[in-house]
């Protein structure tokens, strides 16, 4: 028998680079956040760290890098926050934008943009979406 495929699956995270590679892209999707005028609001009381870290923290997520948040869930994170789907659909879009900009692999964006749509009941407020 040969073992010509990886067996231990490797993370986007890792594949991209791991934390650093993050940080690079936190710093290009902060500012596009940022940048919209549609958004730019929902970070207007947050200061500048907490801001990074929430992008960071969002792309950690998106990307199935190491779960190291032990925060409130993210229903509980977002609910107060009123984020209609639109707004959730944009910051995935800068997303995109940032990873494809920075060369990240299609694949993997193709995955982050499934893993956006398996979470987005638990950041937009739309009702009582999950239910949980
Ligand atoms: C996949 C999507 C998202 C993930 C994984 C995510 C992750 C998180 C996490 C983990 C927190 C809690 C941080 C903490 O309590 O320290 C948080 C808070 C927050 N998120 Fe998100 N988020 C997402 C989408 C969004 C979107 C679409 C918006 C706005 C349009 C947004 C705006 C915020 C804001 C304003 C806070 C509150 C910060 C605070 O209260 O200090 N998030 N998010």
Redesign the pocket.
Known sequence: MTVTEEVTPVSHYERIGGASSVKAAVEVFYDK?LADPE?AG??AD?NMA??R??LA??LT??LGGPNE?A??G?AE??QS?H?PVA??V???EHLTATLTELGVPADIIADVQT??GQ??DQ??SSGNGTGA
Do not use: C, D, N, T
């Open positions: 956040v958004l929902y970070f947050v907490e801001q870290r929430h923290l969002m997520v998106v948040y925060g409130r993210l994170a977002h926050l984020i707004h959730y944009k910051v995935g893993v956006l979470v987005q950041v937009v």
